[in-house]
């Protein structure tokens, strides 16, 4: 049959021929032609958090991404239990337990009582050094202060089931709102941070006034007391605690293990959101000096720069909204080690998508490289986070968010 | 049966029940377990080139991408010929003419010779604001010069099949060698980018320097001579062609209609890619400031702004390797009309990605919202353009690549 055809198709039935290319013509031309419908057009949607697990491609080797446990409501910090376990905070001011692999269905009792309210409310967790031994777990929250708001770092002990005399050990300035990361150092120092520096001309101004507590860094001992080295005890107008000053709003806080300096990000307004290494005193300029711009355009200074003012390590322009800070130091993915990871809850202000976003530092501890992790899974990450396993856990940010697990995907 | 199951199961088999529940379970246990096979896994993939036609979301409405050519070979520029079709410029020294939504499978003859290095060969193309009248074709490319290599100018006329007489009619400063844009301005000048201004301590120098065409604009008349209102005409050490200066690589290139200034984006090294509005004079400060890094590390400056050297109107921290620059006018996105589009490359050094960036300027001008389009497809995008039907057109950059065509999904 073939072969007949190849000899002599013509000649045996010409008209047939002609009508099957006739018919094929038809339908190139439909299917090619402007008017055709886009019905049949596939649309392209994103994975979503139902479909995990799934593989993802990175620039090093593929990373199995599974759902640990759904249905957070806007979680913010996360901690791993010596025994094992997580304890998770909400911002609406719940913390919930997630116990052999299990989300307990409800909150740990004896929390403080916080004030939500936008994008604030209950923030971040940390465990005491010696938590194993003393039990002590630390809250940091925006709570009710003079019919206002303020930020508050909160301390008790967690048996297991509850949360015992949690109560307030440092409260910051009246008036004050915003994100609060805290971290213990290993000198045990207990440092946090303190934002609600927001905006030029009604509270960005606070980051650089002593008398505030906003947009500061501040250095504690684990009972909330200012720590004995801080730069400005004995400053006239200056508050104790102080570390650090000239932030807007950090939600990442992290020690860099390769040098033990302390690393920070921070929001800015429009474009120019920083990565700060936090030096004792140091003044991170905002809003002295920024290359970011109001939400409505213009410039919030000409001058992006000053001499005495610390310069950020690197920025992000467009903004991507930062959230959580790791130097990745476990063995699971050992091509990463020492690679900073971050958090990002949106790219610009139009469209709400986030990635992981890694950055690598040569020895010197000077950026060479990034890249962008997840961005094809479209969730905005609030926390990033190193497991006990050595795994790399993410929190999304979503009223259904959900707690991440990566790990190596089998080759 | 199923009545019967729901009155009295247990009663009649209930071995069987606890074998089937044992199963269930032995099931869910292999497959919640943390060794279970990730053989099942699904992994991400994006979207392929042949894939297309498909529908994407975008912050405003969804958006029709379809391949109108493909197989092109890292194609560079284009341009719409007035009697429809279009000229599509290839780096390896080809063009290609697409006529009745066909590419044409031979090259158009008559192009110079091109030296073709790296990223460096045949650049942008323009047509001659008289161009249906006159047949007038513009070509920028790197050349062999004094065994080495610059940037040339070429003119020519496009008879519809061929060039003839294509000529050099302007020629940069030998050991030149980067991107290139070329455009009119809607007074008949011929605005040109010169790259080249590469690396501190070897090339980047140049930008500052008035007897290198390196890290310039340029202003020529439509022959290629200087145009008579050039700022350093008469100026001593500096060639009359140009500008501006304290570029560094520059590939894109486009007048806001709404003000008529002159707008170009640039290449940084690591972290800093800039968008400048291009003033007569105007010193850009590379690489005498710069917010970017070596690729090594180490900062170019301490210092990343002077009063003297003009401020970019935004960043892009990290690198997206911007190429194309485009001001919609057109009526099929009504609500992009004055929106800033930028074909970007990639994000950071480590994996190449690519998207199409959309920016929002405010009434003066200022920049109030970014949104990342496309970057779900992956496609390094070398060339944005609007076509004479008001829609969109995008060249990728790859070894095979395609002309898209984005249009308004129906609803």
């Not at 940390?126 to 039990?135: F, G, K």
């Not at 508050?239 to 650090?244: A, F």
């Amino acid at each position: 049959m073939c072969r007949f055809f190849e000899l002599r198709p013509h000649a045996r039935r010409p008209w047939r021929m002609e009508f099957q290319v006739f018919l094929l013509s038809l339908c190139l031309c439909l299917f090619a032609a402007p008017g055709w419908s886009q019905d049949s057009v596939p649309r392209y949607s994103p994975p979503e958090l139902t479909d995990l697990p799934m593989i993802f491609e990175t620039s090093e080797s593929p990373i199995l991404v599974e759902a640990v446990a759904t249905g957070l409501s806007h979680p913010w910090g996360m901690v791993f239990l010596p025994g094992g376990g997580m304890l998770i905070t909400e911002r609406g001011g719940q913390v919930r337990l997630l116990r052999d692999g299990l989300l307990e269905a409800e909150p740990v009792p004896g929390t403080p009582e916080v004030y939500v309210r936008g994008l604030w409310g209950l923030m971040d967790i940390a465990l005491h050094p010696d938590h194993a031994e003393n039990q002590l777990v630390y809250l940091t929250y925006n709570k009710p202060a003079d019919e206002r708001m303020t930020v508050a770092l909160a301390r008790g002990r967690f048996d297991g089931g509850a949360f015992r005399d949690m109560r307030d050990i440092f409260v910051a300035t009246p008036d004050t709102s915003g994100g609060s990361r805290i971290l213990f150092a290993p000198d045990g120092s207990l440092y946090m941070t303190v934002g609600g520096a927001f905006t030029p001309g009604t509270s960005a101004e606070r980051a650089q006034a002593g008398d505030w507590h906003s947009g500061k860094v501040l250095r504690l001992n684990d009972d909330g007391s200012p720590h004995a080295e801080n730069p400005f005890i004995g400053s006239e107008g200056f508050h104790p605690e102080i570390w650090s000053m000239g932030h807007r709003n950090q939600q990442g806080l992290a020690i860099n293990p390769a040098t033990g300096e302390l690393w920070a990000h921070e929001h800015a307004m429009q474009g120019g959101d920083e990565l700060n290494i936090i030096r004792r005193g140091g003044n991170y300029g905002w809003p002295e000096v920024s290359f970011a711009r109001l939400y409505n355009g213009p410039r919030i200074h000409q001058q992006p720069w000053r001499e005495d003012l610390l310069m950020p390590e690197t920025f992000w322009v467009p903004s991507i909204a930062p959230s959580g800070l790791l130097f990745y130091t476990g063995d699971r993915f050992p091509a990463w080690q020492g690679h900073i990871f971050v958090g990002a809850m949106r790219v610009g202000r139009v469209r709400g998508t986030g990635h992981l976003e890694r950055i690598v530092l040569n020895e010197d501890g000077e950026e060479i490289a990034r890249e962008w992790i997840l961005e094809e899974l479209g969730e905005r990450i609030r926390d990033v986070r190193q497991g006990p396993d050595g795994l790399i856990y993410l929190l999304t940010e979503a009223d259904e968010a959900a707690l991440l697990r990566l790990s190596p995907a089998e080759p």
